[in-house]
């Protein structure tokens, strides 16, 4: 009997020790795993905007031939294929500065293409009238405070998944600092409330300067900010955001994506190159006889946009689309200036060569006499952009060249780029006005040779190529 109290008093023992266990997991798991509070962790993410209409670079240089509108959707496209979960976000200032619809349609058309999770509705954006015929009805476009906006294309928030929502914010522009500080607390205040009733966690899709986004951050709203570029518009591409990666920094755990689009910025980096062994990465410092430095305030957080990301076949309908586009402006062009053209003042470099025969000699041989050859040789010949760098007096309403059928006289950069029209210089040789000095040339230059078509351009370097008596 004493052995059999003893084995039951154990068995009880454990048995009541086991429900006791039991219950308290039953208790704790589901509260933990249903608990609305639980902290998800964002997946892996890539941003890009700013294309401010900049569908194709125009590779006059190496420095600057980053971006373009099928890079995006390449890059975009090649990751998605390495990760089993990626989220996309657009920060928007996409469209054409300038109002060119040909160019902000095929930005559209490439956005439309990558279906960004979420897309700020931002200041170039704000500018056009029409939203239903720019934008697609598929375009997640998000800002918090929008009741301006007709449209309903535009939402305040944008659930991206079941844990995460996107919210888009403008800094207020044009208001005293009294009433943008309302404006910045009245918001935050809507924003607190609106994400405890929603149970979600926050994504801020952001434009504005660095006091603006270190408010929202300091905040504590939101699990994620990235920024538009703080650059003004009005500018033109460059480089110098690759020279200087730290430019992208506004402040905190926040960085703004590239100007121009020029690159993605990334959450992380996924490389598809072989990954080195212990035994390399210890045994390169003794090979080389250093260790490798490493700047940990600068990670990798851009892939630039570089041609090897380009395709032809990515966007084919679309680009195609764009090109016919492009040449009916030129074909338009070449119509109003026909109509008003009259004997000119311009009369091209065969003309000067029957007194400037040494001086016509070195310019034939350079490569300005070739300038519209190299615009056709990358089918970029009826680019009115391209073409002014590249022709005779192309925006010369009565003068000047048209096209290549109807004035090849004016094909390349001739004489009459630099000295000017020469009719007035045959019929009065002594003119000074014809007769310009270095430094009036060197404006000339300049002109053209700027970034982001000439970044490494010296003048004092490049003249003794064509310089002539």
Same mark, same amino acid.
């Given at each position: 009997?004493?052995?059999?109290?003893?084995?039951?008093?154990?068995?009880?023992?454990?048995?009541?020790?086991?429900?006791?266990?039991?219950?308290?997991?039953?208790?704790?798991?589901?509260?933990?795993?249903?608990?609305?509070?639980?902290?998800?962790? /964002?997946?892996?993410? /890539?941003?890009?905007?700013?294309?401010?209409? @900049?569908?194709?670079?125009?590779?006059?240089?190496?420095?600057?031939?980053?971006? *373009?509108?099928? !890079?995006?959707a390449k890059y975009h496209q090649n990751q998605k294929k390495l990760r089993d979960k990626l989220w996309l976000f657009d920060l928007g200032n996409n469209l054409h500065e300038s109002g060119d619809m040909n160019r902000s349609k095929f930005a559209e058309k490439t956005i439309?293409?990558?279906?960004?999770?979420?897309?700020?509705?931002?200041?170039?954006?704000?500018?056009?009238?029409?939203?239903?015929?720019? &934008?697609?009805?598929?375009?997640?476009?998000?800002?918090?405070? #929008?009741?301006?906006?007709?449209?309903?294309? %535009?939402?305040?928030?944008?659930?991206?998944?079941?844990?995460?929502?996107?919210?888009?914010?403008? =800094?207020?522009?044009?208001?005293?600092?009294?009433?943008?500080?309302?404006? !910045?607390?009245?918001?935050?205040?809507?924003?607190?409330?609106?994400?405890?009733?929603?149970?979600?966690?926050?994504?801020?899709?952001?434009?504005?300067?660095?006091?603006?986004?270190?408010?929202?951050?300091?905040?504590?709203?939101?699990?994620?900010? /990235?920024?538009?570029? =703080?650059?003004?518009?009005?500018?033109?591409?460059?480089?110098?955001?690759?020279?200087?990666?730290?430019?992208?920094? %506004?402040? $905190?755990?926040?960085?703004?994506?590239?100007?121009?689009? #020029?690159?993605?910025?990334?959450?992380?980096?996924?490389?598809?190159? +072989?990954?080195?062994?212990?035994?390399?990465?210890?045994?390169?410092?003794? =090979?080389?006889?250093?260790?490798?430095?490493?700047?940990?305030?600068?990670?990798?957080?851009?892939?630039?946009?570089?041609?090897?990301?380009?395709?032809?076949?990515?966007?084919?309908?679309?680009?195609?689309?764009?090109?016919?586009?492009?040449?009916?402006?030129?074909?338009?062009?070449?119509?109003?200036?026909?109509?008003?053209?009259?004997? *000119?003042?311009?009369?091209?470099?065969?003309?000067?060569? $029957?007194?400037? =025969?040494?001086?016509?000699?070195?310019?034939?041989?350079?490569?300005?006499?070739?300038?519209? +050859?190299?615009?056709?040789?990358?089918?970029? @010949?009826?680019?009115?952009?391209?073409?002014?760098?590249?022709?005779?007096?192309?925006?010369?309403?009565?003068?000047? &060249?048209?096209?290549?059928?109807?004035?090849?006289?004016?094909?390349?950069?001739?004489?009459?780029?630099?000295? $000017?029209?020469?009719?007035?210089?045959?019929?009065?040789?002594?003119? +000074?006005?014809?007769?310009?000095?270095?430094?009036?040339?060197?404006?000339?230059?300049?002109?053209?040779?700027?970034?982001? @078509?000439?970044?490494?351009?010296? &003048?004092?370097?490049?003249?003794?190529?064509?310089?002539?008596?």
């Amino acid at each position: 009997m004493n052995y059999l109290s003893v084995f039951l008093s154990t068995t009880a023992i454990c048995l009541v020790s086991s429900l006791v266990w039991l219950s308290q997991s039953d208790m704790q798991a589901p509260s933990f795993a249903k608990s609305p509070k639980a902290i998800q962790e /964002i997946p892996a993410w /890539i941003a890009f905007g700013d294309l401010r209409g @900049h569908v194709e670079p125009c590779g006059c240089d190496p420095n600057t031939d980053l971006g *373009g509108v099928t !890079r995006l959707a390449k890059y975009h496209q090649n990751q998605k294929k390495l990760r089993d979960k990626l989220w996309l976000f657009d920060l928007g200032n996409n469209l054409h500065e300038s109002g060119d619809m040909n160019r902000s349609k095929f930005a559209e058309k490439t956005i439309e293409f990558m279906r960004p999770d979420a897309s700020l509705f931002n200041l170039l954006e704000m500018k056009q009238k029409d939203l239903d015929f720019v &934008f697609s009805k598929k375009r997640r476009l998000v800002l918090w405070n #929008q009741k301006n906006i007709q449209s309903n294309l %535009v939402k305040n928030f944008i659930d991206i998944d079941e844990h995460f929502m996107a919210i888009g914010l403008i =800094q207020p522009i044009g208001k005293s600092p009294e009433f943008k500080k309302y404006l !910045r607390d009245f918001t935050l205040k809507e924003l607190k409330k609106f994400k405890k009733n929603r149970g979600k966690q926050m994504i801020g899709l952001v434009h504005g300067d660095k006091n603006w986004v270190k408010t929202l951050e300091e905040s504590k709203l939101f699990d994620l900010i /990235i920024a538009a570029n =703080q650059r003004p518009l009005g500018l033109l591409p460059d480089h110098e955001e690759k020279v200087k990666p730290g430019m992208l920094h %506004v402040g $905190g755990s926040v960085y703004m994506v590239p100007f121009f689009a #020029q690159g993605f910025l990334l959450s992380e980096k996924i490389s598809t190159d +072989k990954k080195p062994s212990l035994e390399e990465i210890f045994e390169q410092p003794r =090979q080389n006889n250093q260790s490798k430095e490493f700047d940990f305030t600068q990670p990798e957080i851009v892939e630039w946009l570089h041609k090897g990301y380009e395709d032809a076949e990515i966007l084919k309908n679309a680009m195609s689309v764009f090109r016919g586009g492009l040449q009916k402006e030129f074909q338009n062009f070449v119509t109003k200036k026909s109509s008003k053209k009259k004997k *000119g003042k311009f009369l091209g470099a065969a003309t000067c060569e $029957g007194c400037h =025969q040494k001086s016509h000699n070195i310019w034939k041989n350079s490569s300005h006499a070739h300038a519209h +050859k190299t615009l056709k040789d990358v089918n970029q @010949h009826e680019n009115l952009e391209c073409l002014k760098c590249h022709v005779v007096a192309l925006e010369d309403e009565n003068d000047g &060249f048209m096209s290549e059928a109807l004035t090849p006289q004016f094909k390349g950069v001739q004489c009459e780029n630099c000295h $000017g029209p020469m009719m007035g210089h045959i019929q009065n040789p002594k003119d +000074k006005r014809y007769h310009k000095p270095t430094e009036a040339l060197k404006e000339v230059c300049v002109s053209c040779h700027h970034t982001p @078509h000439s970044t490494e351009f010296d &003048f004092e370097k490049y003249w003794k190529k064509i310089k002539h008596p």
